[in-house]
């Protein structure tokens, strides 16, 4: 599938406390999931000065994506108080989109004025 475009119908989430090496690591790991109870992606949340990796389709269907940490709050807020909260997936071009409009993903006028915003 080139591009996907789904309501997000319930979310769930976790903490976690991960001690290795003698350092603790923190991260935390959100599940979006469409109509049917649908998995759409995993977003797994990594510490801010790490680099993030490029989304990818996995073998069973659903994207893995990762964020930095300080965005979970404000993802968090737009999933409980906005309805409806769409995610979006263009695999052509390699954008994920988590987002209140219904703008399919992709459309570059968007892209280059709101670039900021694609995660």
Do not use: C
């Amino acid at each position: 599938m080139a591009s996907e475009n789904h309501t997000i119908a319930k979310y769930q989430y976790e903490l976690h406390n991960q001690f290795t090496d003698g350092r603790i690591n923190d991260y935390a790991l959100l599940y979006l999931y469409g109509k049917d109870k649908q998995l759409l992606a995993i977003v797994a949340f990594v510490p801010d000065a790490q680099a993030l990796a490029s989304p990818e389709q996995e073998p069973e269907g659903h994207i893995a994506i990762e964020m930095h940490i300080r965005q979970l709050a404000s993802l968090i807020d737009m999933l409980r108080n906005e309805k409806p909260v769409r995610f979006s997936w263009n695999a052509a071009s390699n954008v994920v989109r988590i987002s209140t409009q219904q703008e399919p993903v992709g459309e570059q006028e968007l892209k280059k004025m709101f670039r900021f915003l694609y995660i």
